[in-house]
């Protein structure tokens, strides 16, 4: 079956440092999702794609955050500086059209 | 953010009892899309819902969505412990690919 690839899947750093964590769709799908679980807000949405084209981020913080799709293959989520509160799951969704989408296994972030 | 009210938040059912999760928009909705996760895991696909008041079933689950298209449940019959884990809708609204999660039921079945 194909899936959605993110890396790394767990990743430990200190506050003030920079994160990224990446993810590669599934061929073929055009459209991309970066959520962030955590058990206070549940699965929140921070930024999504269409074609490569970054059509929302408002979910995500601007000053630390950002996202981008280099190639067709590869989504990135950066943050910078890291703080403690970013410590979370975030998981990248691929699909194509509004046909259900499939998650990767995510990265589990820890700041200490 | 925007978020998708879910209710219950919590459940814990006997084995061989059945489960109902809802799912409430104040906004109508394009579609609704349902998704499972087990403990560690990651949100799994379950099924899509678009027209109103359409009801959909996979084996014990059935899906329907509200004939104003602002509200959904998901019905399990006669649950079984492989049934626990947490059920999240997801919205998608008209004019836009946004996928919004609902906050979820958490499921816990005891044998």
């Known amino acids: 079956d194909a899936r959605v690839t993110q890396t790394p899947r767990h990743k430990v750093t200190e506050m003030g440092q920079e994160v990224t964590m990446r993810c590669q769709p599934i061929l073929g799908h055009n459209t991309v999702f970066w959520y962030r679980q955590t058990m206070m807000q549940g699965l929140e949405l921070l930024a999504y794609f269409r074609n490569r084209a970054p059509l929302d981020d408002s979910g995500m913080p601007k000053d630390r955050f950002s996202a981008e799709m280099p190639d067709a293959t590869l989504a990135t989520l950066k943050i910078q500086p890291s703080e403690p509160r970013d410590s979370a799951v975030y998981f990248c969704?691929?699909?194509?059209?509004?046909?259900?989408?499939?998650f990767g296994s995510g990265t589990r972030l820890t700041v200490v | 953010g925007q978020q998708v009210m879910q209710i219950p938040q919590y459940q814990h059912v006997q084995e061989g009892e059945d489960f109902t999760t809802y799912c409430n928009s104040s906004t109508t909705l394009s579609n609704i899309q349902w998704y499972k996760q087990r403990p560690g895991g990651h949100p799994v696909f379950l099924i899509q819902?678009?027209?109103?008041?359409e009801v959909k079933k996979q084996k014990r689950l059935t899906f329907q969505f509200g004939e104003a298209k602002k509200n959904s449940s998901l019905h399990i019959t006669a649950t079984q412990t492989t049934d626990v884990g947490t059920y999240f809708c997801a919205e998608t609204f008209y004019n836009t690919d946004k996928l919004i999660f609902g906050t979820g039921t958490r499921l816990q079945v005891f044998p």
């Open positions: 819902l678009v027209k109103s008041g």
């Open positions: 969704a691929s699909g194509a059209g509004r046909q259900g989408y499939t």
